[in-house]
């Protein structure tokens, strides 16, 4: 059984950081391309950053290139997201996801419909 378990949500304020982390159980973890994702009340889930099995592709949303960065480490079964000089626009829920399919290569997608393995979610709230 996949368990995907996010952590590190919290309440910051404008300009502060934090740092997401995912653990996914029950899959190879290094097989699979990873996300984050975040919604936020009445707006749809929106692709935050992806990055590539291998570690070495990503993709950010354009909200937040320049201030967040994903990692990830294979042997911790771990994601990440680096998250600073937060804004107010950055609160919402995030989600962790794992890939549709393993083994995929040379790219990385922000599209939700790609992604199959989903965490509950961690709640970050940055206030001005």
Avoid: H
Avoid at 17 to 32: I, K, N
Avoid at 48 to 74: H, P, Q
Avoid at 116 to 128: E, I, K
């Amino acid at each position: 059984q996949v368990q995907v378990v996010e952590s590190g949500g919290g309440s910051v304020q404008a300009g502060g950081s934090l740092r997401l982390g995912c653990t996914a159980s029950g899959l190879t973890f290094g097989a699979y391309t990873m996300g984050w994702f975040r919604q936020a009340p009445g707006k749809e889930r929106e692709g935050v950053s992806c990055l590539e099995r291998s570690g070495t592709i990503t993709d950010y949303a354009d909200s937040v290139k320049g201030r967040f960065t994903i990692s990830r480490d294979n042997a911790k079964n771990t994601l990440y997201l680096q998250m600073n000089s937060l804004k107010p626009e950055d609160t919402a829920m995030y989600y962790c996801a794992a890939y549709r399919r393993s083994w995929s290569a040379g790219s990385c997608s922000l599209r939700a419909v790609d992604f199959y393995y989903w965490g509950q979610g961690t709640q970050v709230t940055v206030s001005s």
